[in-house]
Each structure stands twice: as structure tokens, then as C-alpha cells.
């Protein structure tokens, strides 16, 4: 196309992307209109994309990180050929493909779900990483970000992992329309301001006026021949642009314009322009993942094991056995122990730093390309990520999530290094699993058993040694549990534990035993979904469960055994122990008894149970 022909583009995109939210009756019109060059010019020159192979392997990526800014993006599917008309006028309808912000479950052309602010540009890094470093294709990333969004903290720990990592087939297109939700933004039109900062986190800049197509042009192309690191576009833009009412005027944020017919006249009309966009130059060969036996590791009986070793010898055997799996870690591979994957499998570990955004965000990417990603760091830390891990699951994304140094067993470290909401947090996730082993071998095969799941799944891993419970052939199904003591119809109380309070709970039934108190134990190591035929059993035939937790009350083991009889039949007596105060720093022994999850605290409170019963 001409730059004539460009420009004309550019008014179609416009014009259906005004058609599109004046039919929905809502919308985003103006913030798609700004940027309505930068990706004309993308769609019709630099895209490589085949539209009816979103699965080519040598495809261009690209990312829409101002998810709100979709009706540019529909309409410029529609200019691609990928839909029709009568679909883009569905536009945030019910059962519609083209939701209010893009979603890769509803449309193969969509590599995340965006739409939190700030999420796009990380996620595109991790893309970029799984090109350069893993895959070796020549593909590029483009990244469309809004200049409201570079105002959150994940954007620049997006920068700062591009730039060290040299990834050059990365490039940041930022519409500076200056105009942000409320008012306008911080920096407004200085480029200038955006662009001392990307450079000094490494970046290649380039400054332009974004509604000058042949600027654009030079830009994109400048961009692609930049070698060594990451480019970032910064295009002046109006929002609103082309209509006089609403160009670069406040107050419009969000809103379909008043009178469409008479905006769409201004702009000359609707138009049926097609582009043929650019498929890759190569055909790609898809990405041969070798496999291999799996040799989980073992220990022998009487030996004791944390739970974050077995994860991290675990991982490392998952990854000579399967080459899609990838690790990434905070910068905390010596304590949650990925370092052992490191070690044997380097070109499939990436070290994030204390990056926790950036670490969930590059495993979202990494999943979209098809790798099975591992990221790990403290569970106290992840919650930084929530906002991540909510998107994630929003994608459908397929991620691996371990946090080690879980609840106040971690000892004298104190409150600041302790998990105790991430059950919490993790359980709320859409769609997700939450497994929490309590010894060395079910840590061992559940770090397997996740990679051939779907979703979020979460591993909660403990940081002191713990004694062998199980052998290393024992199986440990999502969803299941296992019954350590009983004994049947005669066990006064089932005691319900997971993870370090296991072996707790088994010492309080010792304690129990001699003093002719015959309770049930029960590791409930799948926190969600969780085992509701043994618990809903154990209620039956004991009347009462005892939840015993290193987490805090709320969110956690118990709520997780509570929804076991949230189908209207009768729920039983249920007793919570579990971390209700801010733990100090002691040793792991002494923080647990403080916080009433110890064994002694474990017998004393059957104890009383078992006398409540019987008190006339």
C-alpha cells in the first residue's frame, strides 16, 4: 500500500471501530482511534502473520496490552479478512467472540488476555524469550501499549528483563494520546519523559508522529532492524482523532460517541478496504519436543527430606524427560531450589530477579508458545503476582506456580518471609489447583503430575526437613487424599492436615492412641479440587473433623473441607486450628506450637472435643 492508501486504512479502522462500539451501545472508540495509524501501517507492511494458521510457527506475535483499545483491534481482523461485518457489529454482545477485551479463549488470533493495564508488554517479553532463546525462529513480538499503562510498576520490570535478556525481536509500539481515564496522563505529550526512561533500562527509542504513516513506516522498519535490543515506538497521538468533537478532548474515556453517523461522515464514510497482511517468509517447522523416561527421584525409609528439595530434584528429572519444560525463578533458586534444574537444563532456565510480576508474566507467554513453565519463588512473594495469576487464568493459560517457604514453619525468619494467604489467594483463582504434599515423594510425583494439567496449578513446598510418609511408587491423584490412621466406625474425630501439620497430626494421634482416643487422619494434600467422598465419609462416621493448617483461618484448609458440604445436606461440626496471630521469629518447633498447630495443641483440642461430646 501507498502511504495514500495507508492513511486510508487508517480512517477504516476508525470508522468500524466507532460502527462496532456505537452497536454495542459501549466501548472504547476514542482510544482506538488514536492509534488507528500505528496499526494500519503494522497490519498492511510489517505483520507476518497468517490469519488462517494462528498456529504457524514462524507467525508474528502480536500483543494489545490497551485491551481496551479492541475495537481496533476487531476491525483490524476485519481489514485482515478474519472475520465478517455482520461479526464485528457483535462487538460485546452476548455470545459474541468479540468480548470488550480480547481473550485467547475466544479468538486463535489473541496470544493473553488483556485489559489490567501493565500486563501486556510482560507477557510479550516472555513471547520474546521463548523466540529468541528457545525456539531460534525469526519471528517478531509487537507489543501495542497505551501511555496511561506505563505508569505501572510491571511495564519497567518488563523493560528491564527485554534489555537484559537482548531481546531484539521485541518491539513496544506506545500511543501517547495523552489523555488517560480521568484527565490526562502524567508525562502527557512528552515523549521526551517516556523516552529517557526506556532508554535507560537498555532500549532502543524512536520518537514519531504517530498519525504520519510514512513515519510510522520508517519507525517499524527501524525497529526491525535493530539488533541487540529491544525498540520502543513512542507515537504523539490524538485521541479521538479525526472528528472534531471528541479529538483530544477529556471527559470521553470509555464512551461510545453521541452522534456515530454524523462522526462516520466526517472520517468519509465506511469503507471496505482488504489488506493482505504478510504471511511468514518460512514455513517453520514445528517444535520437536524430545521425551525420555522419568526417574522421579527416590529417597529411603527412615531418611527425611524438605519438601522444596524433592520439588527442585523432581523438576530436574521432569525436564531430562521432557523438553518443553521450562524454570523460572526469582532469584531465590538456592532456597526454593530450582537451581538444581538450572544446573542440568540452562538453556530452559530464565532468571526473572525479584521481578514476581515479570516472573508469572514471562510463564504466561513461555505457555502461550507452548512450553510447560515452572515458576518458582517464596509463597509470601506470589502474592505480588496475584493480579498476573488472575489474567492467567482469564487466558486460559497453562502455568506451574510453586511457592516454598510456606506458614510459620519456616522458623526465625518472621512474618515478613511466611505464606500464609497463598491458599487463599490461589483457591480464589478461577479454574485453578492448589496441591499441598507433605512429604518427599508426593512432592516428587505431583511436581509430574502438573504438567499434564490445565490451568493454574499451584505447589505449596515446605522449607525444613519432614520425615518419608509415603513410598516412591505410591500414587497421589488431583483431587484425592489419603487416610494415614483409622480406625473405621470406632474414630472419635478425623483430623484433616496437609503438609507440615501431616506429620503433627500423626504424633497427636500417637498421643491419642494410648490414651484410648482412636481418631482418623486424613492428608489432605489437593486443596482444590478437593476429596469430597472421604471427607463427606469421615463426617458421616465420626462426626466431627478437626482442620489443622500453616496458613492463616481464612481462605484456607478449612474453607477448602467447608465447601465439601455446601450441597445442602448437613455440615458437620467442624473445629479450625490455624495461624490467628502475626508470628514473631522463633524456631520452626516453637512456631508452631505458638501458633496451636503442633502435635500438643493437636491432641489437646481433640481432647476437648472428645469431652464436649460425652458432657451430659
Given amino acids: ?245 471528541v479529538e483530544d478532548r477529556e471527559g470521553l474515556h470509555g464512551k461510545p460517541l453521541e452522534d456515530a453517523d454524523a462522526a462516520i461522515e466526517e472520517l468519509g464514510g465506511v469503507r471496505d478496504l482488504r489488506v493482505r497482511v504478510h504471511t511468514p517468509d518460512v514455513e517453520g517447522v514445528p517444535r520437536s519436543v524430545p521425551g525420555g523416561r522419568l526417574d522421579l527421584p527416590r529417597w529411603e525409609r527412615g531418611e527425611k527430606a524438605a519438601t522444596r528439595d524433592a520439588f527442585g ?97 519456616i522458623g526465625q525468619d518472621g512474618p515478613s518471609q511466611m505464606g500464609l494467604e497463598d491458599l487463599a489467594m490461589m483457591r480464589s483463582v478461577h479454574g485453578s489447583t492448589v496441591l499441598y504434599p507433605c512429604d518427599a515423594h508426593q512432592t516428587a510425583r505431583l511436581v509430574a503430575t502438573m504438567a499434564g494439567l490445565d490451568g493454574v496449578r499451584y505447589l505449596r513446598t515446605s522449607r525444613g526437613d519432614g520425615p518419608l510418609l509415603y513410598g516412591p511408587d505410591e500414587e497421589f491423584p488431583v483431587g484425592g487424599s489419603k487416610v494415614l490412621r483409622s480406625l473405621g466406625q470406632d474414630d472419635r474425630v478425623t483430623i484433616v492436615a496437609a503438609g507440615v501439620t501431616v506429620p503433627e497430626a500423626l504424633a497427636a494421634a500417637d498421643a491419642l492412641d494410648a490414651q484410648g482416643i482412636p481418631v482418623r487422619v486424613v492428608d489432605l494434600y489437593s486443596v482444590k479440587p478437593v476429596d469430597r467422598y472421604t471427607l463427606r465419609r469421615a463426617a458421616e462416621e465420626t462426626g466431627c473433623l478437626l482442620t489443622v493448617e500453616d496458613h492463616h483461618p481464612e481462605g484456607g484448609l478449612g474453607d477448602a473441607v467447608l465447601d465439601a458440604f455446601l450441597d445442602g445436606r448437613p455440615v458437620p461440626r467442624l473445629v479450625r486450628l490455624a495461624v490467628t496471630s502475626v508470628p514473631g521469629s522463633a524456631s520452626p518447633e516453637e512456631q508452631l506450637h505458638a501458633a496451636g498447630i503442633d502435635a500438643e495443641s493437636i491432641a489437646a483440642a481433640v481432647r476437648l472435643l472428645v469431652e464436649q461430646a460425652i458432657t451430659p
Fill in 1 to 245: 500500500m501507498d502511504s495514500a492508501e495507508l492513511a486510508e486504512l487508517g480512517q477504516q479502522l476508525r470508522v468500524d471501530g466507532i460502527r462496532a462500539s456505537a452497536a454495542a451501545g459501549s466501548g472504547h472508540p476514542t482510544s482506538s482511534m488514536s492509534a488507528a495509524d500505528l496499526m494500519a501501517v503494522l497490519l498492511a507492511h510489517h505483520l507476518h502473520y497468517d490469519f488462517d494458521r494462528p498456529e504457524h510457527p514462524a507467525n508474528d506475535r502480536f500483543v494489545l496490552s490497551k485491551g481496551h483499545a479492541s475495537p481496533l483491534l476487531y476491525a483490524a481482523y476485519k481489514a485482515a479478512g478474519a472475520i465478517d461485518d455482520e461479526e464485528l457489529l457483535t462487538f460485546r454482545k452476548l455470545g459474541s467472540r468479540l468480548e470488550g477485551h480480547p481473550t485467547p479463549r475466544r479468538l486463535p488470533w489473541v496470544e493473553t488476555a488483556t485489559g489490567s493495564l501493565g500486563l501486556g508488554l510482560p507477557v510479550g517479553v516472555g513471547i520474546a524469550l521463548s523466540g529468541k532463546r528457545l525456539e531460534g525462529s525469526g519471528h517478531r513480538v509487537w507489543v501495542l501499549c497505551g501511555d496511561s499503562e506505563l505508569a505501572e510498576g510491571s511495564i519497567w520490570e518488563a523493560a528491564e528483563h527485554a534489555s537484559y535478556e537482548n531481546l531484539d525481536n521485541l518491539t513496544a509500539i506506545v500511543d501517547v494520546n495523552r489523555l488517560g481515564q480521568r484527565g490526562p496522563t502524567r508525562h502527557g505529550h512528552d515523549l521526551d519523559a517516556h523516552a529517557r526512561r526506556f532508554r535507560a533500562f537498555g532500549w532502543h527509542t524512536i520518537e514519531i508522529d504517530g498519525h504520519d504513516v510514512d513515519a510510522i513506516d520508517r519507525a517499524y522498519g527501524e525497529a526491525r532492524s535493530t539488533l541487540g535490543q529491544p525498540s520502543v515506538i513512542l507515537a504523539r497521538t490524538l485521541k479521538g482523532k479525526g472528528v472534531a468533537d
Fill in 313 to 409: 530434584k523432581a523438576l530436574a528429572a521432569l525436564g531430562t524427560a521432557r523438553g518443553d519444560v521450562v524454570a523460572l525463578d526469582g532469584e531465590v533458586g538456592d532456597s526454593t531450589r530450582t537451581e538444581f534444574f538450572a544446573k542440568e537444563h540452562p538453556e530452559r532456565h530464565v532468571e526473572c530477579y525479584i521481578a514476581e510480576q515479570q516472573l508469572v508474566a514471562a510463564a504466561v507467554g513461555l505457555a502461550a508458545r507452548g512450553w510447560v513453565p515452572y515458576a518458582a519463588t517464596f509463597a509470601a512473594f506470589l502474592t505480588r503476582a496475584h493480579d498476573v495469576i488472575r489474567m492467567a487464568a482469564v487466558s486460559g493459560a497453562g502455568i506451574n506456580l510453586v511457592g516454598s517457604h510456606a506458614g510459620v514453619s
